[in-house]
């Protein structure tokens, strides 16, 4: 069973950055494809970005060319780059495996964009 846990969030003024990490335990995390979710308010979970065992990088359209997704396999940690933040950006930012959700959610890190 993976384990993980999200850090990094936080409050953020519109066109700031901010990096997130996912600590995840469990064996042969570097085969695992891992991806970043996001929850709004009143709004479905839903994947903003991926990356493969060998590095390969998918994104969704809202978060393209602000975000990047990276990984360290020997340190079992998947990060996400946050920048140009948003107002709608704003949400609790989860990691779980980047195919599907399949293993027990984390307790997310919020992150809010405000002026």
């Known amino acids: 069973q993976v384990q993980l846990v999200e850090s990094g969030g936080g409050l953020v003024q519109p066109g700031g950055s901010l990096r997130l990490s996912c600590a995840a335990s469990?064996?042969?995390?570097?085969?695992?494809?891992m991806g970043w979710y996001c929850q709004a308010p009143g709004k479905q979970r839903e994947l903003v970005a991926s990356?493969?065992?060998?590095?390969?990088?998918n994104y969704a359209d809202s978060v393209k060319g602000r975000f990047t997704i990276s990984r360290d396999n020997a340190k079992n940690t998947v990060y996400l780059q946050m920048s140009s933040l948003k107002p709608e950006d704003t949400a609790v930012y989860y990691c779980?495996?980047?195919?599907?959700?399949?293993?027990?959610w984390g307790q997310g890190t919020q992150v809010t964009v405000s002026s």
């Open positions: 469990g064996s042969i995390f570097s085969v695992r494809n």
């Open positions: 990356i493969t065992s060998g590095g390969s990088t």
């Open positions: 779980n495996n980047g195919f599907s959700p399949i293993w027990s």
